[in-house]
């Protein structure tokens, strides 16, 4: 059963999902599909999913903290450092960390939404979707 909205041109977004649990990818991945989303890369691995940042951009990126090696701090250093300024990058947190500390960390680093782990998929669908729709009107709109 779908639960977004049906908007065709938020079905091209480029979804980047990182996280070192495979079952996470894989709920992610088959969820944003069954949406009929044809753009959702998975990376399990850091180092690729910023090789793959860097070579196209996504539109929305979905990141876990606690990984090995490279973290989701890290990862949302390197995330800003590649985004021009002028940009609205929506990356939401996806975490077990319910730490108040963590959170704030995160969206300090340019995380614009957290949901804690375990989630519902809907509600990640539904906060995707917003982010997506405020990337595109921001797109359509320009910088300030």
């Known amino acids: 059963m779908k639960m977004l909205p049906d908007d065709p041109l938020l079905h091209d977004a480029c979804i980047l999902a990182v996280d070192d649990e495979p079952a ?6 088959k969820a944003f599909q069954r949406e ?5 890369r998975t990376f399990l691995d850091a180092n690729a999913a910023l090789d793959a940042f860097a070579a196209e951009p996504p539109d929305l990126v ?31 947190v996806l975490t077990a960390d319910a730490n108040v500390a963590s959170r704030l960390r995160a969206l300090a680093l340019g995380a614009k939404d957290v949901l804690l782990k375990p989630y519902d998929v809907g509600e990640l669908l539904m906060r995707s979707w917003v982010l997506l729709d405020t990337r ?6 320009g910088p300030a």
């Not at 009929?36 to 959702?40: L, P, Q, S, T």
């Open 136 to 141: 595109r009107t921001f797109q359509r709109r």
């Open 24 to 29: 996470n990818l894989s709920l992610v991945e």
């Open 36 to 40: 009929g989303f044809r753009a959702v």
């Open 62 to 92: 979905l990141l876990d903290l606690m990984m090995p090696g490279i973290d989701g701090y890290e990862l949302l250093e390197s995330f800003r450092r590649l985004t021009s300024p002028d940009d609205y990058l929506p990356i939401l």
